[in-house]
T-cell receptor, first 112, second 114 residues
């Protein structure tokens, strides 16, 4: 089964609102990464958070990691129509080193 | 920096033919490249991990004779889908890793087998 499970599966919000996506995983990790994928395109790396970090920011993105709960969240503030995409979390498993296991993804739609 | 390209971006072929997809790291040397496939509205599934100069490591359930991977240099890896069939139709994405952390993804190749 997939390592990462994400919720919600789909999220529709108005431009300017915040979007929160969650990711849970099952086994110990080296790090957790978030990616964005526009329809029919490759993945864009957004942010990496290491297992010893709890929070990380990059522009309008805020990622948290709770290793005790084996979960992470991605917050996009002041969303824009251009943020419409699928968002995936990917875990870098300790026992495999640099092998990413992707979650099912959240489809975000930002309405203008 | 850290740009990965794939060629072709899309390909249509007849059942039974072989298709080669190239993955190149344009501005860096990648010791490791990864190949994924993605079905519509689904997540990425890792097919194999490729290290330059050595044999690829395939994930469970992926036929190595069906999906041939060659990693001839630090900037090029190829995936050949041999004797393609309609069920091989998918979106194939490669990624390249500089250090053992961030993977940089190519734009993907859409394969349609008729």
């Amino acid at each position: 089964s997939q390592q990462g499970e994400e919720d919600p599966q789909a999220l529709s919000i108005q431009e300017g609102e915040n979007a929160t996506m969650n990711c849970s995983y099952k086994t110990s990790i080296n790090n957790l990464q978030w990616y964005r994928q526009n329809s029919g395109r490759g993945l864009v790396h957004l942010i990496l958070i290491r297992s010893n970090e709890r929070e990380k920011h990059s522009g309008r993105l805020r990622v948290t990691l709770d290793t005790s709960k084996k979960s992470s969240s991605l917050l996009i503030t002041a969303s824009r129509a251009a943020d419409t995409a699928s968002y995936f979390c990917a875990t870098d498993l300790m026992e495999y080193g640099n092998k990413l296991v992707f979650g099912a993804g959240t489809i975000l739609r930002v309405k203008s | 920096g850290a740009v990965v390209s794939q060629h072709p971006s899309w390909v249509i072929c007849k059942s039974g033919t072989s298709v080669k997809i190239e993955c190149r790291s344009l501005d860096f040397q990648a010791t490791t490249m990864f190949w994924y496939r993605q079905f519509p509205k689904q997540s990425l599934m890792l097919m194999a991990t490729s290290n330059e100069g050595s044999k690829a490591t395939y994930e469970q359930g992926v036929e190595k004779d069906k999906f041939l991977i060659n990693h001839a240099s630090l900037t090029l890896s190829t995936l050949t889908v041999t004797s393609a069939h309609p069920e091989d139709s998918s979106f194939y994405i490669c990624s390249a890793s500089v250090q053992r952390e961030t993977q940089y993804f190519g734009p993907g190749t859409r394969l349609l087998v008729l």
